[in-house]
């Protein structure tokens, strides 16, 4: 079976979050897709039914955010997922799998993926965790952030004497880890968004890091992260 491009596009982006769908499973595929196309805020832009044909859809179509599947023919979604992160990095991945153990986590996360979401979460939950991750470029539930703090840990820990975070960012970071948006730390640390989107720029900057996912991973690694903090 072939892919193909939804009836709505990805014009209004301004307003609009484009979505390309990577899943092999029709019924899953198309379930996903009636659920994201009865919300106004999102448009279905593409569907793609393995590895290879997500590759090709991602850069015609240049979606906000890719829904990948880890289990793909032809090329698995980890792979997939490596190979868009080295040809468009600035493309939102965010996984979508049956599998929640660390290995899985880890492995996708470090391919570079932006956030990991099970597929057995509410259909309430997924378009709500697919709002936020548009929004604010990270998506990983506290029982997923723990199996990935287990994973990094287990494989060694980096230096922490190159970051130099003040007790207000180490905050913002630890906040992260739990899996918060931008207005939950506001009213957490009782400060505005504007504040909080200043420390995460500054964070970014002292870890060397683009994003809020390679931020948590890189404050795990450090060990400013931890199992309390990410546990459910």
């Known amino acids: ?54 590759l090709r859809m991602a850069k015609k179509l240049k979606p906000d955010v890719i829904l990948m599947d880890i289990k793909l023919p032809h ?11 080295q040809e468009l990095p600035a493309t939102n991945i965010l996984i979508l799998s049956a599998f929640e153990d660390e290995a899985h986590v880890l492995e996708a996360i470090q391919a570079g993926a932006n956030g990991y979401l099970s597929k057995m979460l509410p259909a309430a939950e997924l378009v709500r965790a697919l709002k936020t991750f548009a929004s604010e470029g990270m998506m990983i539930p506290q029982s997923v952030m723990g199996k990935l703090l287990s994973g990094l ?13 003040t007790k207000t960012e180490v ?11 931008n207005k939950e730390i506001s009213a957490t640390l009782e400060c505005s968004v504007k ?38």
């Not at 840990?153 to 975070?165: H, I, M, N, V, Y």
């Open 1 to 54: 079976m072939g892919g193909k491009v939804g009836g709505k596009t990805a014009a209004a982006k301004g307003k609009t979050i484009s979505v390309l769908i990577a899943e092999d499973q029709t019924l899953f595929r198309e379930g996903i897709k009636d659920l994201l196309e009865a919300e106004k805020e999102i448009a279905v832009v593409g569907e793609a039914v393995d590895g290879q044909e997500v």
């Open 75 to 85: 090329l698995d979604g980890i792979s997939a997922t490596r190979q868009l992160r």
């Open 153 to 165: 840990r287990t494989k060694g820990g980096a230096d922490a004497s190159l970051t130099a975070l």
């Open 171 to 181: 905050k913002v970071l630890s906040a992260l880890g739990k899996g918060m948006a």
């Open 195 to 232: 504040t909080i989107k200043n420390h995460l720029n500054s964070i970014f900057q002292k870890l060397g890091v683009s994003n809020r996912t390679e931020a948590v991973v890189k404050g795990i690694e450090a060990g400013m992260i931890s199992p309390e903090e990410s546990r459910v």
